[in-house]
């Protein structure tokens, strides 16, 4: 596909996530996302309308939180929380969301959790990329959670039904090569570095962390996964999580977009707001992956290096055997296994 060389708008949409806890059952879940998927689009539109004459450039991709239709699962057992908040992936939710794309004609990613039909009783943390057709053209599955079921717990499974591709999926489009980085795995190099080596230029990161004046780690990683893969992230936080016991401003901040040098281009303070928007300048950021010389990390890797470090696993795969679903301590089990084992062999 033909790439736009013209710099386009970026948006890192800071908004309240709402928490489904209170829910009677799916129907009242369903009925409150799709209330606030009604809200967005106005704001989205005033937002981008906003942007195109205060800077002159039209605003093509559009970041939203992390599970901004839903808040964490907190304790809510994997089953339960499944039947009644996780997304399908032909259901009404994202139906919704792929209508504001079209109207706005946007690249909206979007952040949440949903439901394979081939793993019945569970979900999955997914990021979707919605163009402006209203089609998903990304679905990236969260490959490295602390308390929910992920693709690697069902590896052997997950990769003979997706593919490699499917779990690092990178969509192609006019506005550049997209990958998805979900929450805390900013903190994890390779999965970015699997990404770029993959073609991806710009990193979706759906978030919802705690801000802060200070340089936390996932503001730090944010900038050192941009540099080092020559690439921009557009890193869109909540404003907060409503409808939960937690302090509304707990996760709140902080959204970002960060260019290939690892340089802040715009960051928004607390509160929902639109300020971090900034240019994504696609032929600068292709010349200086051509460009021989030292910066040029991405063209430097020598990846036999680390092949043998890698060939093992740290946290193991297909922790969950074909059906389980587990209790949610399972997941802390499984992590204090790890830290005993590595401690045993002296690793830590």
């Not at 304790?75 to 009644?84: P, V, Y």
């Not at 952040?111 to 209203?134: C, K, M, W």
């Not at 308390?147 to 499974?157: E, L």
């Not at 587990?326 to 401690?343: G, K, N, W």
Request: hydrophobic share 45%; charged share 20%.
């Amino acid at each position: 596909m033909t790439t736009t060389q013209a710099p386009y708008a970026a948006v890192a949409m800071q908004l309240t996530a709402q928490s489904v806890e209170r829910c009677a059952d799916r129907a009242e879940a369903s009925a409150q996302m799709l209330s606030m998927i009604e809200a967005l689009g106005p704001k989205l539109r005033a937002a981008t309308i906003f942007i195109q004459q205060y800077a002159g450039t039209p605003v093509r991709l559009a970041v939203l939180p992390e599970y901004l239709l839903t808040s964490y699962p907190g304790r809510i057992s994997i089953t339960d929380f499944a039947a009644k908040a996780a997304l399908d992936v032909d259901g009404p939710e994202y139906a919704a969301l792929g209508q504001i794309a079209a109207q706005q004609n946007l690249f909206l990613a979007v952040n949440a959790y949903e439901r394979d039909v081939h793993f019945p009783g569970l979900y999955f943390q997914a990021s979707v990329i919605l163009t402006p057709s209203g089609d998903a053209v990304l679905r990236y599955r969260r490959l490295n959670s602390m308390f929910a079921p992920t693709p690697h717990d069902v590896w052997s499974k997950y990769l003979g039904i997706y593919g490699l591709d499917g779990v690092f999926p990178v969509a192609r489009t006019e506005i550049g090569n997209l990958a998805a980085i979900a929450s805390e795995e900013i903190l994890y190099p390779e999965i970015a570095r699997a990404h770029a080596l993959r073609g991806a230029e710009v990193f979706i990161h759906s978030s919802s962390e705690i801000g802060s004046p200070l340089a936390t780690p996932k503001v730090i990683a944010k900038r050192a996964r941009a540099f080092e893969n020559i690439a921009y992230v557009v890193s869109a936080n909540t404003a907060g999580i409503s409808g939960t016991a937690l302090p509304l401003a707990s996760a709140d901040g902080n959204s970002m977009v960060v260019d290939y040098k690892g340089q802040v281009l715009a960051e928004s303070t607390s509160g929902e707001t639109f300020t971090a928007f900034a240019d994504i300048d696609l032929a600068a950021l292709r010349a200086q992956r051509r460009k021989p010389g030292m910066t040029n990390q991405l063209a430097r890797q020598r990846l036999e290096l680390f092949a043998a470090t890698y060939a093992g696993s740290v946290q193991p795969a297909n922790s969950l055997s074909d059906g389980q679903i587990p209790d949610r301590d399972h997941f802390i089990r499984t992590h204090e296994a790890v830290i005993e084992r590595l401690s045993k062999d002296g690793l830590i």
